[in-house]
């Protein structure tokens, strides 16, 4: 583990238009009706805390320009109340400005309240206090979870209420989403998963908000709120209430990446082809997950292993530069799209199948008609005729032909210009070439060779219950008195440490002995072992217990465990190959949360300290922090800090924390793997991922 600190700061016509008059947002089964207008809704997720509030306006503006109606964000309660009753809607958590500057852009708004995220988001957006409550058992009929996630949802909308921005104020957000996913993981939680699902209705729909509730993936959710869809293709999705229209909330442009994983690619072909294919089937409100995913800052990215980089291969990258094709492609089909806004919403819809994998859809009005012709094969072009027009059609592809008779854009077809983004140096005027280190050891003697803890347990404890989410970084300790005559003195000692997941540094008796970690997966736990040499008298066992982000989804994640977990062994094979076990679960622990360097804040600028060493540098030494400052680079591009050949640590700017950085476990570059650039075919993530 390396730490980074760099002292530099990085500064880097309305197609809506709203009133102070309320605005009436309804639905029936075609679409959501806003002002008694029919609307298609093309919608974006941009989480605000995953980017810089002096990004919001460009990003959002991208937005508009790509041919967005509004933006979609969740709220993220562990960052706003990460202590139970203290509020931070400060920076980058400022939900107010993010949601006044969608509107200054002219967009509408879409509110996930939840407030479970999911989101690859640390614990799923869940405050580790919440865990920590006497009696509390989440996303389910508890009255201590219930109240707490009442109170929280009170806020964000009370909070809303007060700066009018629900469009029944005259605002701009035309739809809510309390909870989040829960029909995918409802069933464990048995009859009080469903009282708990109806009490989430009940109690969103008494905050009376004057616009539409909606649940994802809630089939048949209870009333008035409305399901939605969610997942790589919706096509095929049909709400069980038929009064509620067609809407898919998270379209997935990508995916999230893990440490030591390879970058997944979803192509603009088959992204425009998900799109369309949803529209031609009666789709009128479709969201992409993400359009722009930003950057995981500080200790918020789930997981575990779960990157820094949030870019999910969307629209918008990492930095809000556009990712073309992606961006320009899918700008063409929403122009496309919107041009027959009114057919779409009000035409008799009719279906002719005209040879084996060619379909035509044909909504018709009084005063014109527009059509979508799809070929689903999967490996073969189709050339058709459909009335009297031969229409070429590549496969997996959807041409759409706005009067039914020219074609304006097919999915397949991608005329938007391919970009390539480079990564240049700092061109800073008269910045030197190469930076000037200053250095300093991690204090960890404390807690290695003495052993000295803030709490002493006679048991081992999880991390998320000692250290509370406070900090990455927690030790347990112990230590075992050996006579002359011990039998764990005459052979080959093994420790044996019981991990459940996440990342382990050893020390034994004030000795690093190794470290281990697992990769990202649904069964992270692990054993560590490693041979050791004991002595007679007290030998101290450090263990530093380093997590990487909490689990954030699937049904009871919030009971998966942290850390250490017992057993702790000492493990003797004796001369006569005789197994000896001292298990140490039920010795006295101390513990000790975070580092010292992290404490003291030696990431801070305004924290002087004559500690600092700026000679020698060391290269490859654990448990240490560096440091440097340079001028910021001229221009007003993205700026981005390059941590290749580093090890494993954390980096801040200015106090600012980037968040974690581990670039010794990434991925060995590869190209697409077989089939992996070819569009056609449904999206299968194993198969798209590039290095």
Request: include cysteine; proline fraction near 4%.
């Amino acid at each position: 583990m390396k730490i980074f600190n760099f002292l530099f700061s990085v500064f880097i016509f309305s197609s809506v238009i709203f009133h102070a008059n309320a605005h009436n947002v309804t639905h029936d089964s075609r679409s959501i009706i806003i002002d008694g207008n029919h609307r298609i809704i093309l919608s974006g997720s941009i989480h605000y805390p995953r980017s810089t509030a002096q990004m919001w306006p460009d990003l959002i503006r991208k937005a508009k320009e790509g041919g967005l109606d509004a933006v979609k964000t969740y709220v993220f309660w562990n960052a706003h109340e990460p202590v139970r009753r203290q509020y931070d809607f400060s920076g980058n958590l400022d939900l107010v400005r993010f949601l006044k500057t969608i509107r200054d852009e002219g967009l509408y708004a879409i509110l996930r309240i939840g407030p479970y995220a999911c989101a690859e988001w640390n614990y799923g957006g869940f405050p580790m206090w919440l865990h920590n409550m006497p009696g509390v058992s989440f996303r389910t009929k508890n009255d201590v979870f219930m109240n707490e996630m009442k109170n929280f949802t009170s806020l964000i909308v009370d909070m809303v209420k007060r700066e009018r921005l629900f469009a029944s104020q005259g605002g701009h957000i035309i739809l809510a989403q309390i909870e989040n996913e829960y029909g995918n993981v409802m069933k464990p939680y048995g009859e009080d998963g469903k009282s708990y699902i109806n009490w989430c209705a009940q109690m969103a729909d008494s905050l009376d908000i004057g616009v539409p509730w909606i649940m994802c993936q809630q089939a048949g959710a209870p009333k008035p709120m409305l399901e939605t869809c969610n997942g790589w293709y919706c096509d095929q999705y049909k709400p069980k209430d038929p009064n509620t229209p067609k809407m898919w909330t998270e379209n997935w442009t990508g995916w999230f990446k893990s440490w030591g994983s390879a970058d997944p690619l979803r192509t603009a072909e088959d992204l425009a082809y998900s799109v369309a294919r949803f529209f031609q089937k009666g789709g009128t409100l479709q969201n992409y997950y993400m359009y722009h995913g930003g950057t995981n800052f500080g200790r918020t990215s789930g997981g575990p292993y779960m990157t820094t980089t949030y870019d999910y291969n969307a629209p918008l990258d990492e930095y809000g530069n556009l990712n073309q094709p992606k961006w320009g492609h899918l700008k063409q089909l929403h122009d496309v799209l919107h041009s027959i806004e009114y057919t779409l919403t009000h035409g008799d819809v009719e279906t002719q199948k005209i040879d084996n994998s060619v379909t035509a859809t044909i909504y018709q009005t009084n005063d014109k008609p527009s059509c979508f012709l799809s070929n689903t094969n999967t490996t073969t072009d189709a050339t058709v005729n459909f009335g009297g027009i031969n229409y070429f059609i590549p496969a997996w592809s959807i041409s759409i032909l706005p009067d039914c008779r020219e074609e304006a854009y097919n999915t397949a077809k991608v005329y938007a210009q391919t970009w390539m983004m480079v990564k240049k140096s700092n061109k800073a005027e008269d910045e030197p070439s190469c930076l000037k280190w200053a250095w300093r050891p991690e204090l960890i003697e404390s807690a290695s060779v003495q052993g000295k803890g803030d709490v002493s347990v006679n048991k081992i404890v999880d991390q998320k219950d000692m250290a509370n989410d406070a900090s990455d970084y927690l030790w347990y300790m112990t230590s075992v008195e050996l006579t002359k005559d011990d039998l764990m003195l005459n052979g080959t000692v093994t420790l044996r440490v019981a991990d459940t997941g996440h990342v382990l540094h050893a020390f034994v008796n004030g000795k690093y002995i190794g470290s281990q970690w697992a990769k990202y997966g649904n069964h992270v736990a692990y054993v560590f072992e490693k041979s050791i040499k004991l002595l007679p008298g007290k030998n101290l066992i450090s263990l530093l217990s380093v997590t990487v982000g909490f689990k954030n989804y699937e049904a009871m994640f919030d009971l998966v465990g942290a850390g250490i977990a017992s057993p702790v062994e000492l493990v003797l094979k004796n001369a006569g190959n005789e197994t000896i076990v001292k298990d140490l679960s039920s010795n006295k622990w101390a513990y000790k949360t975070g580092l010292d360097g992290i404490s003291n804040k030696y990431f801070d600028p305004s924290k002087s300290s004559p500690k600092w060493v700026s000679d020698q540098v060391p290269i490859n030494r654990n448990f240490t922090w560096y440091k440097t400052t340079f001028k910021a680079p001229l221009g007003n591009k993205p700026v981005v800090v390059d941590l290749l050949g580093l090890g494993k640590g954390m980096a801040w700017v200015n106090g600012h924390s980037l968040g974690r950085y581990w670039p010794s476990y990434i991925a060995d570059k590869q190209l697409c793997k077989t089939k992996a650039c070819d569009y056609r075919g449904r999206y299968m993530l194993r198969n798209t991922i590039v290095g």
